[in-house]
């Protein structure tokens, strides 16, 4: 009988969970260091997506006067300018038979297996992305960028990294000022990430949540 073993870890992980909210005030004064970042830019690249087509591209903002501008596109919320990185999470524009065959042959590259293997593969794929209207395929593709963020977002708790999920943005005015819209991608979510400011008062606010037999179904 297989043994299943409760990692030693897994409260600590929870802990971390419930230690992160999303952040209204950050410390300006503390940014993270290249290397404390890379693991969250790697938990970006690794985020799962239907098919593994990874339709999207993310922007790391550190310039401080590039930060600052997006303030008033930000329904005023500080956020992106007082954070350490400021990361937009942006979705492929007419993801389409272009970017399929740039995976196709990324998929040869990394497995060493030829394009002909992965005939029916691109097929496949090629068939859903063409079956869907342009909006249904920007919406599908759009809820893979979700799983980016949440991504991102555990991964920092964990960590001890704060971050702010934001969708009160100017979608239009991040890609137009950060030049998303021009390299091929529609903004979907901001996600400044940095260290909480010690006098943010909802750090001490408790967490609201449903209990868990509301949310969760057993069978
Ligand atoms: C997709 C998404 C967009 C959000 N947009 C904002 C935002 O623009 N500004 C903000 O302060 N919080 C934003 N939030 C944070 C939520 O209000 C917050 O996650 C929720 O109230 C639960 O609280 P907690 O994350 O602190 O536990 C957003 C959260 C998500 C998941």
Redesign the pocket.
């Known amino acids: 009988m297989e043994t299943l073993m409760i990692p030693d870890n897994a409260d600590q992980v929870i802990d971390q969970l419930r230690w992160?909210?999303?952040v209204?005030k950050f410390d300006t004064t503390r940014k993270l260091p290249a290397a404390a970042f890379q693991p969250l830019e790697d938990a970006l690249v690794l985020a799962p997506s239907s098919y593994g087509i990874q339709p999207w591209k993310f922007w790391v903002v550190t310039d401080d006067a590039m930060k600052s501008s997006l303030v008033e596109h930000s329904?005023g919320?500080t956020?992106p300018r007082d954070c350490s990185h400021l990361v937009v999470l942006a979705v492929r524009k007419n993801l389409g038979e272009t970017d399929i065959n740039h995976y196709v042959e990324r998929i040869c590259a990394v497995r060493g297996v030829t394009p002909e293997s992965l005939a029916g593969y691109r097929k496949m794929m090629l068939g859903t992305v063409s079956r869907m209207t342009p909006e249904a395929c920007q919406e599908w593709s759009t809820r893979q960028v979700?799983i980016a963020?949440g991504q991102l977002m555990a991964t920092a708790a964990v960590l001890g990294i704060d971050t702010?999920?934001?969708?009160?943005?100017v979608n239009a005015k991040y890609d137009e000022i950060l030049g998303i819209a021009a390299a091929g991608y529609e903004t979907v979510?901001a996600c400044p990430v940095g260290y909480r400011a010690a006098d943010d008062a909802?750090s001490r606010t408790p967490?609201?949540r449903f209990p868990n037999a509301e949310v969760i179904v057993r069978l």
Do not use: H, N
């Open positions: 992160r909210y999303a209204k329904w919320q956020q979700y963020l702010c999920p934001m969708e009160g943005i979510v909802y967490k609201v």
